[in-house]
């Protein structure tokens, strides 16, 4: 999930790229659906295999 801040606000609002908008939702706390997925697989809920095949444009 990506929560909207007043600094991500003001990047959407000025027409940010993706790459800008991710960078700035992580240094705000966001996980990414890869990172995420790599949690889930140490722990045992997924395999790497389908972290890969699900994120592979992350």
């Given at each position: 999930?990506?929560?909207?801040?007043?600094?991500?606000?003001?990047?959407?609002?000025?027409?940010?790229?993706?790459?800008?908008?991710?960078?700035?939702?992580?240094?705000d706390?966001?996980?990414?659906?890869?990172?995420?997925?790599?949690?889930?697989?140490?722990?045992?809920?997924?395999?790497?295999?389908?972290?890969?095949?699900?994120?592979?444009?992350?």
């Amino acid at each position: 999930m990506m929560p909207m801040t007043d600094a991500l606000r003001a990047l959407v609002m000025r027409h940010a790229t993706s790459i800008e908008l991710k960078a700035q939702a992580v240094r705000d706390g966001m996980v990414t659906m890869y990172e995420d997925g790599l949690r889930k697989a140490v722990t045992g809920i997924t395999t790497v295999e389908e972290v890969l095949r699900a994120t592979r444009e992350d």
